[in-house]
């Protein structure tokens, strides 16, 4: 999504909010001001957003005589501790919005931030931040946790004085900034992923770096669990509906940053199991495979013994379990909690684990009756995560993990899954043709089979600028031809990724006569030829190559005893035999990639070519 076109969205909200609170003061003082208005509802939306706060009046000290910080409160993390958050804010109008801040604007928030620290701020006109001030300033003082969020809607920046900064105060203090950027990725992750975001306003521990305790059920005096030893340390257990919804609540879903799946926060599955804790509480056992977790050791736990802690608790199996048992627990009364608590019993595989490889295959196995695709196993990988993110500043985004996008997509936006994302860039990108058996093997690490293609398409030189090049590329051509194929019954879909795999190879020697100082940077040239719709180069290079690849099956070439690739590679072009070759070549063979307005807004991917948003080869 590009910038300009989410900041429509947020400016749209912030409207909404302002005709919301009407009747609220700093509204009404700037009536003749919709920058201000807007100003003062970010602060709203960010707060209703992030921190679920409702009563915003209560959090937000920005008013009369103050200039400084718009939001100071205090909230108890998950384990008790009090932590303190402030928080400056910068609205931008759209056109500032696309822009980095300015580095006056951080310098000021900093040094803002450092002389409340240094309890050198002094009491302004508003009461309500001079209260909270003095209130943070005990908590300082105490060697409380404070947390300081720069909160701009505009692009961050790099700058070393929030590393500075961060060095000189922390650990106990920290910088946080949140640009429109993160905003984005957080609004993405909650409306169209259904994924609760990883939230600015709550400290979340991690549960693989803390001692966790767990109770467990017993119901015999002899035991009442199982024990396996070989190869590695596992038991299976009881428990009750508490320990699932206080694991929830304190580490929320970091409890499942090993797992390749997140619950889904809206489903069939979710109502499914949601009804059968709340109207038959005692089949649930019965009805549910129950939760698969793993930890880094073990301990020996005696069959008399109920509790024990173990370290790197995450459940990798079961999270939409752990979602389900969680809301109904939340909503439930003390009296259905308690009968929750005595008659739903719910099975815990806890396994020592056994390395990475392992880990993901007992994830593999244990989603047997829901089955999981290799690309599924590489969702979290750094890389996945890295390309989805650079696919937010698009309008393609690139789907990691099947179905993760469950929401209405906005307009304009296509979703790609990175299966496709993957065949477009093996064969444009790193010029390798492919077949059915590579297909199979693209999500396959090198580690589990020699001819595995993951580690070769996903590494840290994998761009997604790179990879959205190759699918505007691949949807062209295939597009392209399925038409051809359908007109003229000429099976010719097998031919794309020749097309695609040589795209490059001649493309750059045409750059090298027609704009050299372009010819290192092809994709970059392709993308604004498609956003731009002309079309029209890039089809003459297509038709180029289909009819070369005619002239190297005759006799009189393959006696020359090379490959097609060295035929490419090796050949002298001139450019005008690119961009005239509709007359060089009409009349010997037919025009298969001769542009076709018709066609194009096909091509190119117009928002109504597929009313879910969704890119598959079968769709394009």
Not at 122 to 150: M, Y
Not at 248 to 259: H, R, T, W, Y
Not at 292 to 321: E, M, R
Request: glycine residues 4%; aromatic residues 14%; negative net charge.
């Amino acid at each position: 999504m590009l910038t300009k076109d989410f900041y429509q969205i947020i400016d749209q909200e912030l409207s909404e909010i302002i005709k919301k609170y009407s009747d609220d003061e700093m509204i009404k003082k700037h009536y003749k001001s919709e920058d201000n208005q807007k100003s003062y509802a970010f602060l709203i939306w960010f707060l209703e957003f992030y921190g679920k706060k409702t009563d915003y009046v209560h959090y937000i000290t920005d008013g009369p005589g103050d200039n400084s910080c718009d939001i100071i409160f205090d909230a108890k993390d998950t384990r008790g501790k009090i932590i303190y958050y402030v928080i400056q804010s910068k609205w931008n109008n759209e056109k500032n919005a696309e822009k980095n801040i300015v580095g006056t604007d951080l310098g000021y928030a900093i040094s803002d931030f450092t002389t409340m620290l240094r309890g050198n701020k002094q009491p302004t006109e508003n009461d309500n931040f001079n209260n909270k001030l003095t209130e943070l300033s005990e908590h300082i003082r105490n060697n409380g946790f404070v947390k300081f969020i720069f909160l701009a809607l505009c692009q961050e920046r790099i700058d070393d004085n929030v590393n500075s900064f961060n060095q000189e105060f922390g650990p106990h203090i920290k910088l946080k900034f949140i640009d429109i950027n993160r905003i984005k990725h957080d609004y993405i992750e909650h409306k169209y992923k259904q994924i609760k975001p990883a939230n600015p306003l709550e400290h979340t521990y991690k549960p693989e770096d803390i001692l966790i305790e767990l109770e467990v059920t017993r119901r015999k005096n002899n035991g009442d669990f199982v024990r396996i030893d070989k190869p590695f340390d596992a038991y299976i257990f009881l428990v009750k509906s508490s320990l699932i919804f206080n694991l929830f609540e304190e580490f929320s879903f970091s409890l499942f940053f090993k797992n390749v799946r997140n619950p889904i926060i809206n489903s069939a599955i979710n109502e499914q199991i949601e009804k059968t804790l709340s109207e038959n509480p005692a089949y649930f056992w019965y009805y549910n495979n129950g939760i698969t977790a793993i930890v880094d050791s073990l301990p020996k736990i005696s069959k008399l013994a109920n509790k024990f802690k173990v370290y790197g608790f995450q459940i990798i199996n079961g999270a939409q379990t752990v979602y389900a048992i969680h809301s109904v627990y939340k909503n439930a009364s003390p009296r259905e909690r308690e009968k929750m608590d005595n008659e739903i019993f719910i099975t815990l595989r806890l396994l020592k684990s056994g390395g990475k490889n392992f880990d993901l295959q007992v994830t593999r196995y244990t989603n047997s009756q829901n089955p999981i695709s290799d690309r599924d196993f590489h969702a979290n990988d750094d890389v996945q995560i890295r390309l989805q993110q650079e696919s937010f500043k698009t309008k393609f985004w690139y789907e990691k993990r099947e179905g993760e996008f469950r929401g209405k997509i906005p307009k304009g936006i296509k979703i790609v899954p990175n299966k496709i994302c993957a065949e477009a860039y093996l064969v444009y990108e790193l010029q390798e043709g492919l077949n059915d058996d590579k297909r199979n093997l693209l999500f396959v690490s090198n580690k589990e089979h020699p001819n595995g293609l993951y580690e070769k398409i996903f590494n840290e030189r994998t761009k997604f600028r790179d990879i959205l090049c190759s699918i505007y590329l691949y949807s062209m051509c295939l597009k392209t031809l399925e038409e051809h194929e359908e007109k003229n019954r000429e099976p010719l879909l097998s031919h794309c990724p020749m097309y695609l795999q040589y795209f490059k190879i001649i493309f750059v020697k045409y750059l090298e006569k027609t704009e050299p100082k372009r010819k290192n940077n092809p994709n970059q040239k392709i993308i604004e030829l498609f956003e731009k719709e002309k079309f029209g180069i890039l089809s003459n290079v297509f038709y180029f190559i289909g009819v070369h690849f005619y002239e190297f099956n005759t006799t009189v070439i393959k006696e020359k005893n090379e490959t097609l690739l060295e035929y490419f590679t090796n050949m002298e072009i001139n450019a005008r035999d690119i961009d005239h070759i509709y007359v060089w070549y009409d009349k010997k063979y037919p025009p298969i990639f001769k542009p076709n307005q018709d066609s194009l807004d096909d091509l190119n991917l117009s928002d109504d070519y597929h009313p879910d948003n969704y890119l598959g080869l079968d769709d394009i």
